[in-house]
């Protein structure tokens, strides 16, 4: 860049700047201040009530509250079963997409079109197709293939409504994975893999000892990723259980939000959400530290 | 296949063979959920799911579409939605590449603190501060009103964007601008008369994410806007369901009907991207 246009102490890029300062200041900064503050009151937005100053009560709240500690395990085990879901099944589709002669493109594109459907249409979707009596799925397991007895009530009970949950976070997400591993595995120089044939290496071989290892920025990218994405699952949640039956299918998030929204207990949810966003920031810098960033891993 | 006797069928060709086979039939597996959404929505008063449930309809109609556009306040929250989807999308782009051609041009105290403020925000989830934000927008009076989802929407948008922009900018060449500014121009003409138009591919690329991202947005929408007058098409979607018990068609003729300006965009915009490729977006 030539000097000329280097202004120093110029009013000029500040003006440019201006209207992004005050978005971020009046819409990010300002709501972060406010929850803060928010999360040490018993809040409400009754016009006539005040207030109540309760000091660390919110807090305190959450460590005694066992359905934070239910939707804790609901996301942590939606994290532990659709991570490694998306990524092996990313990681297969990408290896068969690679190993194609022509129609790359048709099928990347096939497998990316559920990564942009909305989450409204979707979870919808999967309302439909799980169906108590008479969904798509249960017709399957029960007419075309008799695996089961009677038709199975979905979501009525909080382990059958997130195998429900998280087909659908798998599904959604597979094409995102695969469009990563599929740009890494163009990148690997082609004489090293004619050079591993040459040698007599199995494809299985050539996959293990010389793709996988070239892999492993990707890889790390998308288990960082996809690790924090688990941890935020909410919109599913929320449109297909709505936390229910009995709250028991509540997530973190859904647990916040109905907190807030619905039971109006504004200072909790934003006490929730203080810890919450503390607890994403751990999340991130360990895995930052043991995955390491991915160019590093090169 | 007949020819099997004089052909040479290469080991290679097989292994083909088998992925095209497996990749069809995982895309078969994928895509069948849209399918039964497609057909069910050309099916009337599918109320309860057919046994065996079939993709293609016996008696396609149009009924469902009929009855969904003509419905209470459909056209109104479609517009709603196309008001606010559309603004947020024109602000955001405006905005964001006004603050992304400082960034990439010039050299200013704070820059690269304030620029990575700006994007730290995109770590936090928006819904981790939805009860601060719904506590302002209540508090400004604009809670129930069109600007409300506009303003936030816009607010989430730009960070993004600007660092999207900002990495494109740079690479533009800064000769023609030293002209510009030798023939008397300022920064803002050159701002609109040379990097904007320079960077219509990368506009439209980031007016279809923003924008459909705009278009479903839920959360927010559904939790600012309580009003029916204010109310927008993914919300009223999700609330065509379980009321009476569902009526599938009617749901699914919604959701066609939402889709079509998400895929208007897309050709608009997918003519200002390089190459006119809408491929080149999924990248």
Redesign the interface.
């Not at chain 2, 041009?105 to 105290?109: D, E």
């Given at each position: 860049m030539k000097k000329s246009l280097l202004l120093r102490k110029n009013v000029v890029p500040y003006l440019f700047i201006l209207p992004l300062v005050l978005f971020y200041l009046s819409f990010q900064l300002y709501p972060m201040i406010k929850e803060f503050q928010m999360s040490f009151f018993d809040w409400t937005f009754n016009p006539g009530k005040e207030n109540i100053f309760v000091g660390w009560e919110n807090y305190q709240h959450i460590f005694q509250d066992p359905k934070v500690k239910l939707a804790l395990k609901n996301t942590l085990l939606y994290a532990l079963i659709t991570v490694p879901g998306q990524m092996i099944l990313a990681m297969l589709v990408a290896l068969l997409i690679d190993a194609l002669p022509r129609g790359k493109g048709v099928f990347r594109v096939l497998y990316y079109l559920p990564v942009i459907t909305s989450w409204v249409i979707a979870s919808i979707l999967v309302r439909f197709l799980f169906n108590f009596p008479k969904g798509i799925i249960n017709y399957l397991l029960l007419d075309v293939f008799s695996l089961i007895d009677a038709p199975i009530n979905w979501f009525g009970a909080p382990g059958t409504a997130f195998v429900a949950i998280d087909l659908l976070g798998i599904w959604k997400g597979i094409g995102w994975s695969m469009l990563i591993y599929l740009s890494a595995l163009q990148g690997i120089p082609k004489e090293l893999l004619e050079a591993a044939e040459v040698d007599g290496a199995s494809p299985w071989r050539r996959f293990w000892s010389v793709k996988l290892p070239l892999l492993t920025p990707a890889i790390s990218y998308t288990l960082i990723l996809l690790t924090i994405g688990a941890m935020n699952v909410f919109l599913s949640v929320f449109l297909i259980t709505g936390g229910g039956p009995q709250q028991k299918t509540e997530v973190f998030l859904s647990y916040l939000y109905h907190q807030a929204f619905e039971f109006f207990d504004f200072g909790y949810g934003a006490a929730l959400s203080v810890v919450l966003a503390i607890g994403l920031l751990i999340v991130s810098i360990l895995q930052y530290r043991f995955v390491g960033k991915p160019e590093r891993l090169r | 296949m007949m020819k099997i006797g004089h052909m040479r069928i290469t080991k290679k060709q097989v292994?083909?063979l088998v992925?095209?086979l497996?990749?069809i039939a995982?895309?078969y597996f994928?895509?069948s959920?849209?399918a039964?959404?497609v057909g069910?929505s050309f099916t009337e008063n599918v109320y309860?799911?057919e046994?065996?449930?079939r993709i293609f309809p016996e008696d396609p109609s149009l009924g469902n579409y009929d009855a969904v556009w003509n419905a209470n306040n459909f056209k109104l929250y479609f517009k709603n939605s196309l008001v606010v989807a559309l603004s947020s999308t024109v602000l955001t782009l405006f905005?964001?590449s006004?603050?992304a051609?400082?960034?990439a041009?010039?050299?200013?105290?704070g820059?690269e603190v304030?620029f990575w403020?700006?994007l730290i925000?995109m770590?936090?989830?928006d819904?981790?501060?939805?009860?601060?934000?719904?506590?302002?927008v209540?508090r400004m009076g604009i809670r129930n009103t069109l600007y409300g989802l506009v303003?936030?929407y816009?607010?989430?948008g730009?960070?993004g964007q600007?660092f999207f922009l900002r990495g494109f900018f740079e690479q533009i060449p800064?000769?023609l601008?030293?002209s510009m500014?030798m023939d008397g121009g300022n920064?803002f003409t050159i701002?609109r008369r040379l990097i904007l138009p320079l960077s219509t591919p990368v506009l439209a690329t980031s007016a279809i994410f923003s924008f459909?991202s705009f278009w479903?947005e839920?959360?927010w929408a559904l939790?600012a806007n309580t009003d029916s007058a204010v109310r927008t098409l993914?919300v009223m979607?999700?609330s065509f369901?379980g009321q009476h018990g569902?009526n599938?068609g009617l749901?699914f003729s919604a959701?066609m009907i939402?889709l079509v300006p998400v895929v208007i965009v897309f050709i608009l915009s997918s003519n200002y991207i390089i190459g006119g490729k809408a491929?080149g977006a999924?990248?």
């Open positions: - | 292994r083909h992925i095209y497996l990749l995982g895309a994928m895509l959920p849209f039964m959404m069910s309860v799911i046994y065996p449930p905005f964001s006004l603050g051609y400082a960034f041009r010039f050299q200013f105290k820059k304030i403020f700006l925000v770590m936090i989830p819904l981790l501060l939805i009860i601060p934000r719904f506590e302002l209540n303003i936030v816009v607010a989430t730009v960070s600007t800064t000769e601008e030293e500014l920064y701002y459909m479903d839920y959360v939790t993914p979607i999700n369901q569902t599938w749901v959701m939402a491929e999924f990248k």
